[in-house]
T-cell receptor, first 114, second 111 residues
Framework: SAVISQKPSRDICQRGTSLTIQCQVDSQVTMMFWYRQQPGQSLTLIATANQGSEATYESGFVIDKFPISRPNLTFSTLTVSNMSPEDSSIYLC???????????FGPGTRLTVL | GQSLEQPSEVTAVEGAIVQINCTYQTSGFYGLSWYQQHDGGAPTFLSYNALDGLEETGRFSSFLSRSDSYGYLLLQELQMKDSASYFCAVRGYSSASKIIFGSGTRLSIRP
């Protein structure tokens, strides 16, 4: 199993500003994933973060809006840039367990943009 | 495109059995997973089917038919704590590790 922590757990931000979300895993993992979940909705994959290379973004998500860092095998950050109220959501990071297929999720960051 | 369909809501009685269906259409497929998510919590893994057939884990079972692009989650001896959202998820729609989630089924348990 993997234990994942995220910071901050929640934040309220003004439109036009940026927020960086941190994700820390208690073991080394190859890939980390960032998801967005609107309240009462499903999870949408934003991007996959590999250590030592640029993140791979899903359709509808771009690096300028959601820059990702992956400096080592236990840590990643997701920045939500130039925020608007439409970015209000829960952001979750996840990792795949050793040998798959189970994915473990962090507790999420609840973002509200005013 | 990628799509997974599941009922939006299901209601059942405590102690009963409930089945949540999932049909999928994806460009790649390694397996079908099921996740449980309580309100305010993170998704937690329940089961995984890579091959056709039934996988049983305690009160929960999951079934897959690859030829029908169909699977289901079966919950037995329902307890109030089973009230949650349940997501089917296809693993490998573009790589072995990526998963795409269904829209989710909200399960409500009545006493």
């Amino acid at each position: 199993s993997a234990v994942i922590s995220q910071k901050p757990s929640r934040d309220i931000c003004q439109r036009g500003t940026s927020l960086t979300i941190q994700c820390q895993v208690d073991s080394q993992v190859t890939m980390m994933f960032w998801y967005r979940q609107q309240p009462g909705q499903s999870l949408t994959l934003i991007a996959t973060a590999n250590q030592g290379s640029e993140a791979t973004y899903e359709s509808g998500f771009v690096i300028d809006k959601f820059p990702i860092s992956r400096p080592n095998l236990t840590f990643s950050t997701l920045t939500v840039s130039n925020m608007s109220p439409e970015d209000s959501s829960i952001y979750l990071c996840s990792v795949e367990g050793a040998g798959g297929p189970e994915q473990f999720f962090g507790p999420g960051t609840r973002l509200t943009v005013l | 495109g990628q799509s997974l369909e599941q009922p939006s809501e299901v209601t059942a009685v405590e102690g009963a059995i409930v089945q949540i269906n999932c049909t999928y259409q994806t460009s790649g497929f390694y397996g079908l997973s099921w996740y449980q998510q309580h309100d305010g919590g993170a998704p937690t893994f329940l089961s995984y089917n890579a091959l056709d057939g039934l996988e049983e884990t305690g009160r929960f079972s999951s079934f897959l038919s690859r030829s029908d692009s169909y699977g289901y989650l079966l919950l037995q001896e329902l307890q109030m704590k089973d009230s949650a959202s349940y997501f089917c998820a296809v693993r490998g729609y573009s790589s072995a590790s990526k998963i795409i989630f269904g829209s989710g089924t909200r399960l409500s348990i009545r006493p």
